[in-house]
């Protein structure tokens, strides 16, 4: 009688099976009925009920969470795309930082790579919205990171709001390097987030250097919030991708473009 008594209910397996998921990536069918002490089948029962209310999604042997699953096979599928471009242009934009200086570093998968190939360096203050580079950069000893609190991002591993913008323009740096979802004919960057507009503006506004970083996929497109305009950056880093016409007119218009 008294093992019946401390058995748990299917409400309090659940809320048991929330808070695994919740501590890791993924959690498996037997891990879990070990740990509750019921039988496989009975967590597979308890996993349907929360895979009917579209809490998770169910994996091979386990489950995870809907939301953590599908944000993170989003920022993985971006950082691997184009993966061979923005490493070449992360090695690029490093070379430009020297020792003892201040970096602002935008969020996004390309300044991530940024964040990597700078992990070299000595004396160097790094400021960024993005909980991506700094889980990346945190051990690197020569680097000294600094975070802008504020709001975190629903679906997207960075910092933003009110809050942000505030911090963020309270710092003076040598060089910051932004990102853009898109780069149309004429050099203005955009970004499909009106979240970020202001945050991304303020954080190239008091930056003694402004260089954009993006891969050629993000060239000839427009997006629906103006970023930047030309005048408002001083040289754009790309890959050799990028269409030779578009390139020639953007190089026309006095643009500074450096292939990686």
Do not use: W
């Not at 090695?91 to 990597?116: F, R, S």
């Not at 390097?177 to 303020?202: C, E, P």
């Not at 578009?246 to 190089?251: A, D, G, M, S």
């Amino acid at each position: 009688m008294a093992r019946a008594k401390n058995k748990l209910t299917q409400m309090q397996r659940i809320q048991a099976i929330r808070k695994a998921l919740l501590r890791g990536e993924e959690v498996a069918i037997d891990v879990l009925a070990r740990q509750l002490k019921v039988s496989s089948m009975t967590i597979r029962r308890d996993l349907e009920q929360l895979e009917n209310h579209d809490d998770i999604i169910r994996t091979y042997g386990g489950a995870a969470l809907a939301q953590r699953l599908t944000f993170e096979f989003s920022f993985r599928n971006q950082e691997h795309s184009n993966n061979a471009q923005k490493q070449a242009i992360a090695q690029q934009a490093a070379a430009l930082v020297q020792n003892g200086q201040v970096v602002m570093l935008d969020t996004g998968t390309t300044t991530l790579q940024i964040a990597q190939a700078l992990a070299g360096k000595q004396d160097v203050t790094l400021i960024t919205t993005s909980l991506a580079i700094v889980s990346k950069i945190q051990f690197a000893s020569g680097i000294k990171v600094v975070l802008l609190g504020g709001f975190l991002r629903r679906g997207s591993p960075d910092m933003h709001g009110p809050l942000t913008e505030q911090n963020a323009e309270q710092f003076k740096t040598d060089i910051a390097f932004m990102g853009a979802d898109a780069i149309d004919d004429q050099g203005t960057t955009y970004t499909s987030d009106l979240q970020v507009l202001n945050l991304d503006r303020k954080m190239a506004a008091n930056a003694a250097r402004v260089v954009v970083v993006a891969d050629s996929s993000k060239f000839g497109k427009s997006e629906m919030c103006k970023v930047l305009g030309p005048e408002e950056y001083d040289l754009i880093l790309t890959d050799a991708r990028v269409s030779k016409t578009l390139l020639k007119k953007l190089q026309r218009k006095k643009i500074k473009i450096k292939l990686a």
